[in-house]
């Protein structure tokens, strides 16, 4: 996995990507923890289920099924005040498929562990992305806070907050200029 503290950083810059309005703290909660559950699945570790198995490490919960399921769940269970298939809705919807399915693609970005399963129950082969220039972190804790730790660290710094903070940083500007040149 790539650290929880980056797909949650992930999930905050698609939000300010996504919208320049006030939204609700309910909003960032879920954008949060949408970016982050799918590493529930390393529970099953502990209940002997093998990360190679349907519901394994980077499997069914990395999948863009669970990322469609998930967002579905948040947007009618959350925002009702959206009408169902509204341009909000749709928006919306999207937003939180987008943030979930962004934790599948980062840990597809690792140099280590299996690939992703993002086509699961169709197709359980498992993807990596052609480039991964991110150390996978590791599980335990307390391994983070070392050397190995730094290097991940960097690493995630350079590669994912950087350039998100520059695609949030654009949509930013481009609303901005949009408002005063309408
Ligand atoms: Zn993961």
Do not use: N
């Not at 919306?92 to 498929?97: E, P, R, T």
């Not at 399963?117 to 335990?140: C, H």
């Amino acid at each position: 996995m790539a650290s929880g503290l980056t797909h949650i950083f992930t999930a905050v810059a698609l939000g300010k990507t996504y919208t320049g309005e006030k939204m609700p703290p309910r909003f960032w909660v879920l954008a949060a923890v949408c970016a982050v559950l799918p590493d529930l699945d390393v529970l099953g570790f502990h209940y002997g289920i093998k990360y190679a198995d349907l519901f394994g490490h980077r499997g069914f919960t990395h999948s863009l099924l669970f990322a469609l399921l998930l967002s579905l769940a948040v947007v009618t269970t959350a925002f009702r005040m959206a009408p169902a298939l509204s341009k909000t809705w749709w928006g919306l919807a999207g937003f939180f498929f987008t943030v979930t399915a962004s934790h599948g693609v980062l840990d597809a970005m690792t140099d280590k562990g299996y690939g992703i399963a993002f086509f699961l129950p169709f197709d359980s082969t498992r993807y990596f992305l052609p480039w991964r220039p991110i150390y996978a972190s590791p599980m335990r804790i307390s391994r983070f806070f070392s050397q190995a730790g730094l290097e991940i660290v960097a690493g995630e710094v350079l590669w994912i907050w950087a350039p998100l903070t520059l695609v949030a940083a654009s949509a930013w500007l481009y609303r901005r200029k949009k408002r005063s040149c309408p």
